[in-house]
Each structure stands twice: as C-alpha cells, then as structure tokens.
C-alpha cells in the first residue's frame, strides 16, 4: 500500500469519526436547537407568511436583514433577539405579562378575549314569567268588569261584589250581539249605553267573561268560537292592560239536558273545550267552576238549582269562592 493510499484512509477515518462525534453531540447533548431557528424559516417560507416571513426579526432602523434583531444593548450579531429582561427574542416575543404574543390575547381574569368571547357583559336574555295563582280578597275585584248574560245577573243580585266590582250583564245577552246591546247604566242619567263605549270609558285591569248558554241553538260550535275569539281580541284593543278570564259555560241538570232540546251538556261540553284553548296563560285565562256544581253525572247539581239552569242565590258563593281562589297575581303581560 502507497503512502498517498494511506494518508487517503486517515483522511476518510477522520471525516467518518468526525461525523459520528458531531451526531452524537447533536442528538445527546444540543438537542439539535441549532437547526430550530433555520427550520422555523423554512417552514414560514412554505406558508406564504408574507413580506420577511422567511427573515429574522428586524429592528425599526431596517439593520440586520436575514439576522436576528439585537436587544438595546447591542449583544451577540447572530443572536437571537432579547426582550429588555435579557430571554431570547428567538423565543416568541412576549407582552409585559411574559406570555407569548402569539397566543391569543386574554382578559384579566385569563379567558380568551376573542369575537366569541366578549368582555363586554351581555344583559340576560328576556324569560318569560310564569302566572302566580293565588287566593284573594273581595277587593281584588276593585277594578274587574264581569261581563255576561243572566248567569253573571245572578253573580250581581247575590254575589256580594255589586259595590265593588263593575257588571256589565244582561239576560238574554249573547256573544253576537255583545257590543251593540245598550245595557250598560250611566250613574245620574237615565240612559243606557253598549260595552264597547263603556269599555272605551272605563278602564279595568281583570275582565270575567261569563257567556254562552243563550247561543246554544244558534250556529255550530265552530261559529260560536270563531265570534268569541273576535270579541277577546277586541277586548284586548279596548283594554289593553287588563287580564281576560274566559269562563267555562256552567252545565244544567242532567235531567234539563236530556229533555232533547238545543240546551244540553255535551254541546256544552264541545264549547269548553275550545274555549279552553283561547288561553295563552299569559293574557287570557280559563276557569271552570263545573268541578264545583256538578254531580256524577256531569250536570248541574239538582239542589244547587232551581229551573236546571241557574245557581239559586246561596250557592253563587260558590262561584265567588272559586274565582278568589283562582286570581291571577303576577302574570306575563306580553
């Protein structure tokens, strides 16, 4: 073997042991961070992270293009940039709180401060209140109107609230013919005027409606609901801050049912149940006193009557009773 062959081979078994020295320095002991800043480059140059994305960090004066931006005090070229309390700039640049800009900006108390995340306090949304029930006095009835046919007379002539609430009532009064029937009296005059002018008059807060037995011959079910439905929404235009309790129709007697004529329970039944649904618990409510005078049988309770159609006058406290039972006390006007 030659001379030049053998300073060949030393040359080579240098390089190679050279090689396995600087890999083993870089895997055990740098960690290969030598590379890290170089890899970032790349990796910004890849992303299209625009104009110097690929450079170092420049100062304001433009200096140090393609080098790492040098803190104040004018340390290490080659180095990467510091922060005022000396870490590495080559490190994400920091706010005075230390934490990396790149995060995303927090409020005061830590939480992400973004779009989805306003710090501005936002108001509750609206809940709707739920009705209160509850029992009352006569003097609930202080501004209330009961409106109705010979069933709300009764209620008047023997129900103890004549000095207290208002009625507007009439026998023989139907839903058709509610607005136009002058029935209501005018203290001091002799006259009489309609509901309707004396709902645009007077205003109440509680409106009972008591009224249907009258138009039991008259129309289909369907009619009859459609003109309550239309008299409740006029109610409301004519009072608007008032509460509307829609009253279930009373029964009669079984035996007054089955005489077979238009009077009869289960068309009474039919009504109230879709009178019933007129409420929205919010505005209009349904009460149905039937539970409270009706027998097995479904009908009136003969004793409470004395024609199978009307309360005789003890048992109008029975009614009475219901409603203060039954009052609205806070309720969701809408």
Excluded at 22 to 42: F, H, N, P, T
Excluded at 300 to 326: C, M, R
Aim: hydrophobic content about 35%.
């Amino acid at each position: 073997m030659t001379l030049d062959k053998v300073e060949r081979l030393k040359k080579g078994y240098y390089l190679i042991l050279m090689t396995v020295m600087g890999i083993v320095y870089l895997s055990a002991v740098d960690k290969w961070q030598i590379y890290v800043r170089a890899m970032e480059q790349v990796k910004n140059f890849c992303t299209g992270g625009g104009e110097g994305a690929d450079q170092g960090a420049q100062n304001p004066g433009g200096e140090g293009s393609g080098q790492n931006t040098q803190n104040p005090g004018g340390e290490g070229t080659g180095q990467e940039a510091q922060n005022p309390g000396g870490e590495g700039a080559g490190q994400e640049a920091q706010k005075p709180g230390g934490e990396g800009a790149d995060q995303e900006a927090q409020s005061p108390d830590g939480s992400e401060a973004g779009p989805e995340n306003d710090l501005t306090e936002q108001p509750p949304e609206d809940v709707p209140v739920e009705p209160v029930f509850g029992a009352v006095e006569d003097d609930y009835f202080s501004d209330a109107v009961f409106i109705g046919d010979s069933r709300t007379v009764g209620m008047y002539e023997y129900g103890g609230l004549e000095e207290t609430a208002a009625f507007y009532a009439s026998t023989g009064l139907t839903i058709y013919k509610i607005f136009d029937s002058a029935i209501v009296e005018v203290p001091g005059q002799k006259k009489k005027i309609t509901i309707e002018e004396a709902l645009q008059e007077n205003s109440f807060a509680k409106i009972y409606l008591m009224i249907g037995i009258n138009e039991m011959g008259t129309g289909t079910v369907e009619t009859f609901i459609d003109k309550y439905r239309e008299v409740v929404e006029h109610l409301k235009e004519l009072q608007p801050e008032a509460i509307i309790y829609i009253q279930g129709i009373i029964k009669v007697t079984t035996e007054r049912s089955n005489q077979g004529d238009y009077i009869n329970n289960e068309g009474i039944e039919a009504r109230n149940q879709e009178l019933e649904k007129l409420a929205d618990n919010g505005k209009i409510f349904y009460l149905d006193v039937n539970p409270l005078v009706c027998d097995e049988t479904g009908g009136l309770i003969e004793s409470y009557t004395f024609d199978g159609v009307h309360l005789k006058a003890k048992y109008i406290q029975i009614w009475k009773d219901f409603l203060k039972e039954n009052a609205v006390l806070i309720s969701s006007l809408p």
